[in-house]
């Protein structure tokens, strides 16, 4: 066969991914606020975007009546859907409100938005940001930093200082190793740890120590109560944690009325004590579904219109900006900025609906657990939802991705009720890994201390109830629920 150079035409098929489908796939998968985050980026750039923030009377009219239970099936929109899990139809509550005129294009379903007061209303700027700094609360940097520069005069000490309080975590915990902080800064290894001595005596009692056995002794050494009893109970926590008096007599050569009495002391100390100043701001979780008990039987499944955020097409400004175009350069800007503009508006509601498609058939598979709570959980998998509703099982997790629930047993991610099956005993059925989880939790919450019951005791139990469970998975699912063993409950309550 000669090896030449030719030229071949060929034809195959393939699936392309534009930016505009990835956009929308990853939209699916945002967060509420990371949504409202992407669409004000997108309104900043965007000149014929707006974000709606105006309260629609029939959306007032809407949630009044939802609440109530007076109106009728046609404005709520309810759809009765045959449960496999019960015989009793499951009513769904579509709450979606589309809006298109003259001047918007867009998805609108948030209810009233009530704008957030300030607490400094009524206040000129220079009063406000006075009444800030008063409110402010020093961090924990701020108050070593300060001890530092009151406590220490040696200028190179001060400097270690400021490298030693820079590598503290939230707890107090020094996480950096001396000798790459001596090798940074170029010092002497015994000249850091000087003055590791000395930031130790700051408050609060217990900052920069290396672990939790420096932390107790740094505060016990405070109160003039670290003996060498102690100091050997502090070396060995492992065993304080398991509750072993007996041990801890060999060990600190004491009685055991001393042992609890030291053990209550080491338990009065701040293992965190720098959590005392705060840490990073943990986020509220917002719901992005509701589900709620109907007057009529069933449930109302309703997507919060107050995470959907309301953005409209302003067609009237377009037309105007469009008339005045005189070169190509700039009507290009615009027609690409209008099919950009409606584009995000399509996707915001597509992933809307695909959110309440989602949740709905959730709650239609888990209606056991909205009535009756954990116990009743079924198995569950992303192929069982996706098979229903006709999706692949890529989108449905990232439809669940982010995404919380709230029931009437409280705020859940969507992806609490996906959980795997754990064999029936008879091989009659299945029992959800988490309602396992919840009997073990009561079945060890209701133990006596004459009858503690081991890992072996429990799956005689479950068997007894009809579920096939080993006794190594007894032991993952009670570890990962930080329940101690046996051995280490029956020391607890004799204690």
């Not at 579904?289 to 995470?307: A, I, Q």
């Not at 047993?409 to 099956?421: E, H, L, Q, S, V």
């Not at 081991?454 to 570890?479: F, G, M, P, Q």
Request: glycine residues 4%.
């Amino acid at each position: 066969m000669p090896l030449s150079p030719k030229l071949e035409l060929r034809q195959r098929q393939s699936l392309v991914m534009t930016p505009q489908l990835q956009q929308s796939i990853k939209l699916l998968q945002l967060s509420s606020l990371d949504l409202a985050e992407y669409v004000e980026q997108e309104v900043a750039k965007n000149p014929l975007l707006e974000q709606d923030e105006t309260v629609k009377h029939n959306e007032e009219f809407s949630e009044q009546n939802t609440e109530t239970g007076d109106s009728s099936e046609a404005e709520l929109g309810i759809i009765e859907l045959e449960s496999s899990v019960t015989e009793t139809p499951l009513d769904i509550d579509i709450n979606e409100v589309m809006e298109i005129d003259e001047y918007s294009v867009g998805l609108n379903t948030s209810i009233q938005t009530v704008g957030a007061h300030s607490e400094h209303q009524g206040l000129s700027g220079l009063e406000a940001r006075f009444e800030n700094e008063i409110a402010r609360k020093d961090t924990l940097r701020d108050h070593l930093l300060t001890q530092l520069g009151e406590e220490i005069s040696d200028p190179v000490k001060r400097l270690i200082g400021v490298q030693l309080i820079d590598s503290l975590n939230d707890s107090g915990y020094l996480t950096s190793d001396l000798e790459a902080i001596a090798s940074n800064i170029g010092c002497d290894h015994n000249l850091i740890e000087d003055t590791l001595l000395e930031l130790q005596d700051f408050d609060p009692p217990g900052v920069f120590a290396r672990d939790l056995s420096e932390c107790l002794s740094i505060q016990l050494n405070e109160q003039d109560r670290c003996d060498p009893a102690m100091e050997l109970m502090i070396r060995h926590l492992d065993l304080v944690a398991q509750n072993d008096i007996s041990s801890l007599c060999k060990l600190c050569s004491v009685d055991a009325e001393d042992i609890a009495e030291m053990v209550n002391e080491i338990r009065g100390l701040n293992p965190k004590p720098g959590l005392a100043f705060g840490a990073e701001v943990t986020q509220t979780v917002v719901p992005d579904v509701f589900v709620n008990k109907h007057t009529k039987g069933g449930w109302l499944v309703r997507l919060n219109s107050e995470n959907l955020p309301k953005v409209l097409v302003n067609l009237n400004y377009y037309s105007k900006v469009s008339a005045k175009a005189t070169n190509e350069e700039d009507r290009s800007y615009l027609s690409e900025n209008l099919n950009a503009a409606n584009w995000l508006v399509k996707a915001l509601d597509q992933r809307a609906k695909t959110i309440l498609k989602v949740a709905t058939e959730i709650v239609t598979q888990q209606n056991g657990f909205m009535a009756d709570g954990v116990g009743k959980l079924r198995p569950l998998n992303l192929r069982d939802i996706a098979n229903k509703i006709e999706m692949h099982e890529s989108t449905v997790s990232r439809v669940t991705a982010n995404k919380y629930i709230e029931t009437p047993r409280g705020i859940y991610p969507m992806k609490y009720f996906f959980t795997p099956a754990i064999p029936s005993a008879r091989g009659t059925g299945t029992h959800s890994a988490e309602s396992v989880r919840a009997i073990i939790r009561s079945l060890i919450d209701k133990e006596d201390l004459n009858a503690i019951l081991s890992d072996d005791k429990i799956v005689e139990i479950l068997r007894t109830n009809d579920i096939d469970i080993a006794r190594r998975t007894v032991a993952k699912y009670r570890d990962a629920m930080h329940i101690p063993s046996s051995i280490q409950r029956k020391r607890q309550k004799k204690s």
